[in-house]
């Protein structure tokens, strides 16, 4: 399915092609069997947020409720602060190890940074609260990138109540940066731009769901 969001729709120039051809390429930076040992205590970063978005009826999803909008603007990423982080990806490729190069800013630096989407999730699964079905994915970082670690994104609704929620999951290590400039500089706002980009992610989806629902509920029937 094509998304109708913008940031899957956007041109790729040359350079970005060959850029992501070279990102399908490079190897992980973490060993993805062992995600359980990248923990706190273990010397990693581990950040854990959510957000409510607007509920459903309970059970299933429904066809264009919060859930399904949701995962349509999570596919295409365009729930991102651009001015923080912009990604490009080819949107034809499966979802399923797609390369994706990152662009990131923040204060006076910028950085190109590769990942991979390491695993889809589409499940039931027992949740805090009960019986939830969850859809997302995540992606990790690869050789040349500043940290080493994984990201996840997901959308879950609680199958009894209805409640639908926006979940970021990431555990992080800075990683080997042998340019002294962008060393000092990523050990000075590193973590800054972790908090925003999740913050600023959580609050995009919400605005952005609540936004097409509107959109949807004013259109002529």
């Known amino acids: 399915m094509k998304s109708r969001h913008a ?3 956007r041109v790729l120039d040359q350079r970005e092609r060959a850029r992501l051809a070279e990102i399908a390429t490079l190897e992980p930076t973490i060993d993805l069997t062992k995600r359980d040992t990248y923990v706190e205590a273990a010397g990693w970063n581990v ?4 957000i409510g978005l607007p509920d459903e009826a309970p059970g299933e999803p429904e066809p264009r409720g919060s859930f399904v909008i949701a995962t349509e603007i999570l596919r295409a990423y365009s729930f991102t602060p651009t001015r923080l982080i912009r990604g490009s990806f080819d949107p034809e490729a499966p979802l399923l190890d797609r390369p994706m190069l990152l662009t990131a800013r923040f204060l006076w630096m910028r950085f190109e940074l590769g990942v991979r989407v390491s695993r889809v999730i589409e499940e039931a699964r027992e949740g805090r609260d009960g019986q939830e079905y ?3 994915y995540s992606y ?4 040349g990138h500043l940290e080493r670690g994984e990201i996840t ?3 879950a609704k609680h199958l009894a109540t209805g409640a639908v929620v926006f979940r970021v999951h990431s555990f992080s290590q800075t990683g080997h940066i042998a340019n002294w400039f962008y060393r000092i500089g990523f050990r000075l706002v590193g973590r800054r731009l972790q908090r925003s980009f999740a913050e600023q992610s959580l609050s995009n989806m919400q605005r952005l769901v609540v936004g097409a629902l509107l959109s949807a509920s004013e259109a002529p029937q």
């Open 47 to 50: 950040d854990a947020r959510e």
């Open 140 to 143: 990790h970082t690869l050789a």
């Open 153 to 155: 994104f997901e959308i």
């Open 7 to 9: 940031a899957a729709d």
């Open 134 to 136: 969850v859809w997302g």
